[in-house]
């Protein structure tokens, strides 16, 4: 037993092997993945068996990994391992919002990152020969050691399960279906609509429909939250849904499967809200606050190109900066508003309430609530209600015969809650991911209502139908949205790789 504890096992370790396991860990952690044991054993007898095989391509891994990690942790920590959205966002965004979120990323997941890649330059760098050739039986029983390991731990549905090839893996797979989603849109986007509207009566000459961003709903003091930031939205006679649950926790994926017709789950972009309320007879615009840029669109912004006319403040770019003011398209609404066109649907797509919240307020806040980031997320709701007060009161001033919608894009999770340092971030694992604000406000309305019956994005399509008084082949006319109905309840929802998930099962974090 001695000869073999020191003629084959005792070769195979060094003194470099707690850093090595130390580094893998955090590596992982970096990463987005969660540390488990045995996946971590198996990666490191790997990483062991690699070193005693070919020092030179253990070497350069552990410093192509110590650069990944050091600059996916702060990704990997706040949004996990590479999926749809975090290849989604990467594509579609810019240096500004990229700087937006370095900001609002905690210290913590800086220093991770920085600890991969000090200990991978020290594991790569290290001159002592302690990864020096090993004999055939050490060899032998390292290899054994890996497979089964591997065998027993790591192996889920067919795939290895080690993070450092899962997030090759699903960095690959991502980024396929993103881009494959991209070649789709592009393609669609050309083709005709289907749609062939049957209108029942027209009720209203003006339709404005507001896109929000990252609006909470349990920060909504109209909708119960506890601080008073809408003033406006508490005195108007308008119906709030009160059930209102967003199709997902992103703005591409939850818009694209809110504002689309889908036909086995395939998002024609071509069939969207634009082209219903244009082939309905409508002048079209579509003004946002959100960037557009030629060479890299989201499908947001091809589903924004389709409307009759569009106004885009940060043209070339997405200017997430505190310079871009939401208060900025007011006076593209009110040149929409003034055109001579008959009956129109109007589209604001606000920034609102996007991280970080203070690069919406300029630093502001009206009380402070325990922490910055937090006090400015109450502030932005604010500024959004009274850009909704100055839209109604344009609408009133141009015309006797309007009505407006607004619901916001997701929710938002919390990141070190109850600290100083707390502030909101996306997310799709809890319930307020995905409860909204959803109301209806128009020139005829009397009285406020309250419908607490669910109401789905995913249902959007026929709700947004029955809003502008229309039928069509298309569109399942299953229920009255818009009223107190019980109507079947979609209880499903989009997660972050665009997998549909039971929304009722979801946690509830307040």
């Not at 979609?490 to 972050?496: A, L």
Request: hydrophobic residues 40%.
């Amino acid at each position: 037993m001695k000869g073999f504890v020191s003629n084959i096992i005792k070769p195979l370790f060094s003194k470099w092997d707690f850093f090595l396991a130390v580094w893998l860990g955090v590596l992982t952690l970096s990463l987005g993945y969660r540390i488990n044991i045995i996946p971590l054993l198996a990666l490191f007898m790997g990483a062991k068996l690699l070193a005693k095989t070919s020092q030179l391509l253990y070497k350069l891994l552990v410093i192509i990994y110590s650069l990944i990690g050091f600059l996916y942790a702060p990704t990997g920590i706040i949004y996990g391992s590479p999926d749809v959205n975090v290849v989604g966002s990467f594509l579609y965004t810019t240096l500004e919002e990229s700087i937006g979120f370095l900001k609002q990323t905690p210290f913590y997941a800086f220093l991770l990152g920085l600890v991969v890649l000090i200990l991978g330059i020290a594991l790569a760098t290290e001159k002592k020969s302690t990864h020096a050739v090993a004999s055939k039986k050490s060899l032998m029983m390292l290899s054994v050691f890996f497979v089964v390991l591997v065998s027993f731990g790591p192996m889920k549905k067919n795939r290895i399960d080690l993070s450092a090839y899962r997030f090759i893996s699903d960095l690959v797979t991502a980024y396929r279906t993103v881009s494959t989603q991209n070649q789709g849109y592009a393609a669609i986007i050309q083709k005709k609509p289907i749609w062939q509207p049957v209108i029942k009566s027209r009720r209203y000459h003006t339709y404005l429909l507001v896109i929000g961003e990252s609006v909470r709903r349990d920060y909504v003091h109209a909708f119960g939250g506890q601080f008073n930031n809408t003033p406006w939205l508490d005195s108007v006679p308008a119906t709030l849904f009160n059930n209102y649950i967003s199709a997902g926790p992103a703005t591409v994926i939850s818009l694209t499967n809110t504002l689309v017709y889908k036909q086995d789950r395939e998002k024609q972009l071509n069939n969207s809200v634009v082209t219903l309320a244009e082939k309905s007879g409508f002048e079209t615009w579509w003004l946002s606050n959100q960037g557009v840029k030629s060479h890299s669109d989201s499908p947001i912004a091809r589903i924004a190109k389709s409307a009759n006319h569009t106004g885009f403040i940060n043209t070339g770019k997405a200017d997430y900066s505190a310079s871009s003011s939401d208060e900025n398209l007011l006076p593209l609404l009110a040149e929409a508003l003034k055109s001579p066109a008959g009956d129109k649907l109007i589209i604001l797509h606000l920034m609102g309430s996007h991280p970080r919240a203070c690069d919406r307020t300029q630093g502001r806040f009206d009380s402070d609530i325990g922490s910055k980031e937090l006090s400015c997320y109450v502030k932005s709701i604010a500024m959004t209600d009274s850009l909704l007060g100055k839209a109604n009161q344009l609408l009133s001033n141009s015309t006797a015969n309007w009505t407006m919608m607004y619901f916001s894009d997701h929710g938002l999770s919390y990141i070190d809650k109850n600290s100083s340092r707390a502030y909101l971030t996306h997310g799709d694992s809890t319930k307020q991911n995905y409860q909204v604000p959803f109301f209806i406000l128009s020139s005829d309305s009397t009285q406020r209502r309250v419908i607490s019956q669910r109401r789905s994005g995913l249902d959007f399509i026929t709700t947004f139908a029955q809003w502008l008084n229309i039928d069509d082949p298309a569109i399942t006319g299953r229920c009255s949205m818009l009223s107190k109905s019980d109507c079947d309840e979609v209880n499903t929802v989009y997660d972050f790789n665009e997998r549909l998930t039971n929304y009722n099962v979801l946690p509830s974090i307040p």
